[in-house]
């Protein structure tokens, strides 16, 4: 492959210079610098060659070093100035091995635009794999560490890029970056192995949370199109970034969605080329910075990982002379004005004025109320006296009060969190939502409890008060787009689906006004299929919430109007049977004696056998 293999590996770099300047790789080489290079030439030959191994790409590798240090040179080559995407997409054609090895047989045989859309739905069908198993012990993985740190973290990236060929390369390597620190952090200690489980642990819940924002986005913009997105990504800089002024943010907001469509299709040429084109413009705004605190910041990081550090950053000070609230009455007559010419702009200077001064709240509290806010300028504008309609309109919808009610609902969401184990807790969870998709699958159910579970859990103890509510809104609301993405909510139930269909802010409240399906009908229940042995004694807490989970499932989906003195007199009898017999010294006759003894207790709801392993709590949670 050579020289036109070499050039072909630049392609999905995450430096790419959207101009059209001479010697675009030179520009990857020098602002990547030779460590950045590597890696993310490496990232996008692992995502789009997954069937390929380490090894048959590391003298790929190497050769494009050698040819970003020559397209450096004083006589660069010519091929430093052709484009990339074509160059790649020719150099693994042709290669037998590689078309073979990855089944690009198909893709190879067209050219031009059907050639690159054939790669990145190639690409688009790799199966991805978040978890980070199949690890060595801690020691082992401290040894290599230490051993050679740039090949580990190399190896990691080739790994984690092949079971995610959808995630942008800068994405990757914050990832691969935050595994090195958790390394160097725990290979120093004495009790390795213990600061490596807890450390890893932390650091995928935190890969876990940015790949579903990223997944959620992409579903929000191919549910809702670009106005969405702008919207959320307003809400989002605007908090950052208070001190930006409208005009400011909005341009840099534009750019933004401009990135999420190329991103999302999977196509990483353009995503990086507009993500690149993104922060270099931001970043060499001076006046923005000079007001900007944590883009500053950021701006100061490499080439390869200030994007990301602009995505994570916290939100800086108020300006200094910024009112409290926004009253949107004020000037209603200029925001009339500007409504009936222009109602995107108008709608937009709502959403950054609430935006700047409420960083606590969600994104969804500001779009619910800016959405009641543009039904009344709609109703009223046109009219004589449209401020005194306005008014009216919006008489029960007080931005304040909303967050105010919303941070106070979750402040009672993590007290009640708190009051019980976390296994109770996620039990509560599946009775809810058992109680209003019985239609719904176990391992549906299972995730969504659980997910509600780890969202709370995280949020009130990282987040607790002030911005409780941002972090717990934002989590669920991703967590809804992608059950209503991955399933056909149709097949659940119509509650679920009209639900699923709701503007995208109102989707939340819309679940928790469901109430139990009272029509659904169970499939037949097999009592023997409930068996009590001894093997309950010798589960493990992880197998006992899993089973507890499934009785639960089985429970409530044949009574989903079951009470909860119900569940606790039922699982309050099981509970001293249980702990009964598994003192016994034959604990087998023990449960054989005992179910036959109590089976009037245990059969109820409608001559279903039931019962749960463990308490759950005595009071409803709504999550």
């Not at 109770?424 to 969870?429: I, N, R």
């Not at 391992?443 to 659980?450: F, N, P, R």
């Not at 909510?489 to 639900?499: E, F, G, R, V, Y």
């Amino acid at each position: 492959m050579q020289w036109l293999s070499v050039c072909s590996l630049l392609v999905l770099l995450s430096v790419l210079s959207r101009s059209q300047a001479q010697n675009q790789i030179c520009t990857i080489f020098t602002e990547a610098k030779e460590d950045g290079f590597k890696s993310l030439i490496l990232v996008g030959l692992a995502q789009n060659l997954p069937d390929s191994t380490l090894g048959d790409l590391v003298p790929l590798i190497a050769e494009a070093l050698a040819m970003g240090v020559k397209c450096c040179s004083d006589t660069p080559p010519e091929d430093c100035e052709r484009d990339v995407a074509d160059l790649f997409q020719s150099a693994v054609c042709s290669s037998e091995t590689l078309v073979e090895k990855n089944d690009l047989k198909m893709c190879c045989e067209k050219t031009a635009a059907e050639r690159t859309h054939c790669f990145v739905d190639h690409k688009a069908k790799i199966p991805r794999d978040l978890s980070l198993k199949a690890e060595l012990p801690a020691a082992d993985q401290c040894e290599d560490f230490k051993k050679d740190h740039k090949a580990f973290v190399g190896r990691f990236i080739f790994k984690f890029s092949k079971s995610n060929p959808m995630l942008p390369p800068h994405v990757v390597l914050a990832i691969a970056k935050g595994y090195g620190k958790v390394l160097t952090t725990c290979c120093g200690e004495a009790e390795a192995q213990t600061c490596f489980d807890t450390k890893k642990a932390t650091f995928q819940h935190a890969v876990a949370k940015r790949v579903a924002e990223l997944k959620s986005l992409c579903i929000v913009h191919k549910k809702y199109g670009d106005r969405v997105v702008k919207a959320k990504k307003l809400v989002q800089y605007s908090q950052k970034m208070p001190q930006a002024s409208f005009q400011e943010m909005g341009g840099m907001v534009d750019k933004i969605v401009a990135t999420v469509a190329p991103c999302c299709s999977g196509d990483m040429v353009t995503c990086m080329k507009e993500r690149k084109t993104l922060v270099d413009e931001v970043c060499a705004d001076e006046s923005v910075l000079s007001r900007a605190a944590g883009l500053s910041a950021c701006c100061k990081e490499d080439a390869v990982h200030r994007g990301s550090c602009v995505e994570a950053m916290k939100p800086d000070p108020k300006p200094d002379g910024l009112s409290e609230h926004y009253d949107v009455h004020a000037d209603i007559a200029a925001v009339c004005q500007t409504f009936t010419k222009t109602p995107d702009l108008a709608m937009g200077k709502l959403v950054y004025e609430i935006s700047v001064r409420h960083p606590e709240s969600s994104q969804q509290v500001i779009l619910r109320f800016a959405k009641e806010a543009e039904q009344a300028l709609l109703q009223c504008c046109d009219m004589e006296d449209h401020a005194e309609c306005v008014k009216t309109a919006l008489a029960g919808s007080d931005v304040d009060k909303k967050i105010t009610d919303e941070t106070d609902y979750y402040k009672k969401m993590c007290a009640a969190e708190a009051a019980v184990s976390d296994d109770s807790f996620e039990k509560s969870m599946m009775v809810y939502y058992t109680r209003i998709m019985p239609q719904a699958s176990f391992d549906q159910l299972h995730m969504v409890s659980e997910t509600v579970h780890d969202v709370l859990h995280a949020c009130c103890k990282d987040e607790p008060g002030h911005f409780v509510l941002p972090c717990a809104e934002e989590k669920l609301t991703d967590a809804i787009d992608a059950t209503c993405d991955d399933y056909d909510p149709s097949s659940i139930n119509p509650h679920i689906a009209h639900c699923c269909n709701q503007s995208y802010s109102m989707r939340r409240h819309c679940i928790l006004a469901i109430q139990p399906d009272t029509e659904f009908t169970p499939p037949e229940l097999d009592a023997s299929s409930f068996h009590m042995g001894p093997e309950l004694c010798t589960k493990d807490s992880k197998d006992l919430l899993l089973s507890g989970k499934k009785l639960l499932y089985g429970v409530v989906r044949h009574k989903t109007t079951i009470t909860e003195d119900h569940l606790k007199t039922i699982s309050t009898k099981y509970h001293t049977m249980k702990e009964k017999c598994c003192a016994a010294e034959d604990q087998a006759a023990c449960f054989t004696e005992e179910v036959n003894t109590h089976r009037s207790t245990l059969i109820t709801c409608s001559n279903l056998f039931i019962f749960i392993v463990e308490k759950i709590t005595q009071n409803t949670i709504l999550p």
